[in-house]
């Protein structure tokens, strides 16, 4: 079958049985707006101090979520050996990668939108006016996090106490892409010029190529029996 | 190998090697001018944290070499190598903090090199984790190589973003810009000490290949005898 062809099924097969019983995006969600939620609690931030707190608050979020939903994407996999069935399949092992993390990436996005506007509105922050650079921050930080989120909960899944093993593996390799996403992120809120925080964008695009091209090489290994 | 140079001998190398460094350290080198005394913990942390690099990109070597020619030997290397690397990367992080507080009069700042240092330690410990949460030893080795090769991919990229974040540590006294450097007599020292811990580096990662090749030899045994 042609690459492409495998990474629509795996992808449209992922979004057909996430809508069948809606668990991951809803815990994704769910997970992250009470993150939102905590943080007022922690940081009972004032009206001023929201634009220093939120892109932190923002990634941290999004972070947790991330993972979450990473989990579940390949704890489905196992339950009914699926995983065994797709291993089976004579296809690039890379492509199935691929299928995978585009549609996590596609429930990341959602629950990132759902994040993002629960934020908006109980800390008072209106995100249009930087609407355009914070989303293309947040993709870029986003496909990376999620590229490499991908592999690791293959990798996780494989293991005993999967849930704790993720974020051990994600967080501390994933500091770039957060470095970057909080970074970029704050600039974009606060309205400074793109030039200024270009570079950050750039880091996350760089390590989104390598981290994506380094796990559609590595996947075949991850799936192997 | 162990013919011409046995482990005994090499243990017991290691331990003059050593002593003569702590030797060198407190009675040779000089005394640095306004740090004092304190700052001769900094052989030993430099020292330290070199070996802990070399261990890493050691992982990198056998997990590359695992999964390209299945050689069970390769994925000792890699995991050998972790262990120890990651006691000698403990060790950089207790130095460091130790020098910190007299001379920066904190225990410890979330500075560039500190950071990834500390990210580092993490990566060691994630593999460390998942090696030891993967029953099937051959899968074990392949996941771990899997991880091995994309953490030190990973670390440059931390090195910068961590970089451009933030950096308080001393500037790089070695190959530095100008007004670093180190008195002869400190290289000497450094030198001398960073030749120990690679004979302690060395000892330890060959006791424990030795170590994996018997487990091997066991738990071939048992599968006969079964």
Redesign the interface.
């Given at each position: 079958m042609p690459t492409l062809r495998v990474v629509t099924t795996i992808f449209v097969k992922d979004l057909r049985v996430e809508w069948r019983h809606r668990e991951t995006l809803v815990s994704m969600c769910v997970f992250g707006v009470l993150v939102v939620f905590l943080f007022n609690f922690a940081f009972e931030p004032a009206r001023e101090e929201t634009l220093r707190l939120l892109p932190g608050l923002l990634w941290i979020a999004f972070a947790f979520a991330g993972v979450l939903g990473f989990n579940r994407s390949f704890a489905a996999e196992r339950e009914n050996a699926g995983l065994e069935g797709i291993r089976l399949a004579p296809v690039e092992p890379g492509a199935i990668y691929l299928g995978k993390m585009l549609a996590n990436l596609f429930f990341m996005a959602i629950a990132e939108v759902v994040v993002v506007f629960a934020a908006s509105l109980w800390y008072n922050f209106s995100f249009l006016p930087s609407l355009g650079w914070f989303a293309l921050t947040t993709f870029f930080c986003t496909l990376g996090y999620v590229g490499?989120g991908t592999?690791?909960a293959a990798?996780?899944a494989?293991?005993?106490?999967r849930e704790v093993?993720l974020p051990?593996?994600q967080?501390?390799?994933a500091?770039?892409v957060f470095?970057?996403g909080v970074?970029a992120t704050t600039g974009a809120l606060k309205g400074d010029p793109v030039g200024d925080y270009a570079?950050?964008i750039r880091?996350a695009a760089?390590?989104s190529v390598?981290?994506v091209v380094?796990?559609y090489l590595?996947f075949e290994?991850?799936l192997?029996? | 190998m162990r013919r011409t140079f046995p482990p005994l001998v090499h243990l017991l190398v290691t331990l003059a090697w050593l002593l003569v460094a702590m030797a060198m350290i407190f009675l040779y080198a000089p005394q640095e001018a306004t740090m004092g005394e304190v700052q001769r913990i900094f052989y030993v942390h430099v020292s330290a944290a070199w070996t802990a690099l070399l261990a890493y990109f050691l992982i990198f070597l056998g997990s590359v070499r695992y999964?390209w020619k299945r050689q069970p030997a390769a994925d000792d290397f890699a995991y050998g190598s972790a262990e120890v690397g990651f006691v000698f990367c403990t060790g950089v992080l207790v130095t460091g903090p130790l020098w910190a507080k007299p001379v920066w009069g904190i225990w410890w700042t979330w500075d560039a090199r500190l950071t990834l240092t500390f990210?580092l330690w993490?990566?060691f410990?994630?593999y460390l984790?998942?090696r030891s949460?993967?029953?099937n030893p051959a899968?074990s080795a392949?996941?771990g190589?899997?991880?091995g090769?994309?953490?030190f991919?990973?670390v440059p990229?931390?090195y910068?973003?961590?970089r451009?974040?933030r950096t308080q540590h001393p500037q790089p006294v070695i190959a530095g810009g100008e007004g670093s450097g180190l008195d002869p007599r400190m290289w000497v020292v450094l030198l001398v000490t960073w030749g120990a811990f690679l004979c302690l580096f060395s000892y330890l990662l060959r006791q424990y290949l030795r170590l994996a090749e018997l487990r091997r030899g066991v738990a071939e045994l048992q599968r006969e005898r079964d």
């Amino acid at each position: 079958m042609p690459t492409l062809r495998v990474v629509t099924t795996i992808f449209v097969k992922d979004l057909r049985v996430e809508w069948r019983h809606r668990e991951t995006l809803v815990s994704m969600c769910v997970f992250g707006v009470l993150v939102v939620f905590l943080f007022n609690f922690a940081f009972e931030p004032a009206r001023e101090e929201t634009l220093r707190l939120l892109p932190g608050l923002l990634w941290i979020a999004f972070a947790f979520a991330g993972v979450l939903g990473f989990n579940r994407s390949f704890a489905a996999e196992r339950e009914n050996a699926g995983l065994e069935g797709i291993r089976l399949a004579p296809v690039e092992p890379g492509a199935i990668y691929l299928g995978k993390m585009l549609a996590n990436l596609f429930f990341m996005a959602i629950a990132e939108v759902v994040v993002v506007f629960a934020a908006s509105l109980w800390y008072n922050f209106s995100f249009l006016p930087s609407l355009g650079w914070f989303a293309l921050t947040t993709f870029f930080c986003t496909l990376g996090y999620v590229g490499i989120g991908t592999t690791f909960a293959a990798v996780a899944a494989n293991t005993r106490m999967r849930e704790v093993m993720l974020p051990v593996l994600q967080f501390p390799v994933a500091v770039p892409v957060f470095i970057a996403g909080v970074e970029a992120t704050t600039g974009a809120l606060k309205g400074d010029p793109v030039g200024d925080y270009a570079g950050w964008i750039r880091l996350a695009a760089a390590f989104s190529v390598i981290f994506v091209v380094l796990s559609y090489l590595l996947f075949e290994y991850v799936l192997e029996e | 190998m162990r013919r011409t140079f046995p482990p005994l001998v090499h243990l017991l190398v290691t331990l003059a090697w050593l002593l003569v460094a702590m030797a060198m350290i407190f009675l040779y080198a000089p005394q640095e001018a306004t740090m004092g005394e304190v700052q001769r913990i900094f052989y030993v942390h430099v020292s330290a944290a070199w070996t802990a690099l070399l261990a890493y990109f050691l992982i990198f070597l056998g997990s590359v070499r695992y999964l390209w020619k299945r050689q069970p030997a390769a994925d000792d290397f890699a995991y050998g190598s972790a262990e120890v690397g990651f006691v000698f990367c403990t060790g950089v992080l207790v130095t460091g903090p130790l020098w910190a507080k007299p001379v920066w009069g904190i225990w410890w700042t979330w500075d560039a090199r500190l950071t990834l240092t500390f990210v580092l330690w993490l990566l060691f410990v994630a593999y460390l984790m998942l090696r030891s949460y993967v029953i099937n030893p051959a899968r074990s080795a392949v996941l771990g190589a899997v991880v091995g090769i994309i953490g030190f991919v990973d670390v440059p990229l931390d090195y910068m973003a961590i970089r451009w974040w933030r950096t308080q540590h001393p500037q790089p006294v070695i190959a530095g810009g100008e007004g670093s450097g180190l008195d002869p007599r400190m290289w000497v020292v450094l030198l001398v000490t960073w030749g120990a811990f690679l004979c302690l580096f060395s000892y330890l990662l060959r006791q424990y290949l030795r170590l994996a090749e018997l487990r091997r030899g066991v738990a071939e045994l048992q599968r006969e005898r079964d």
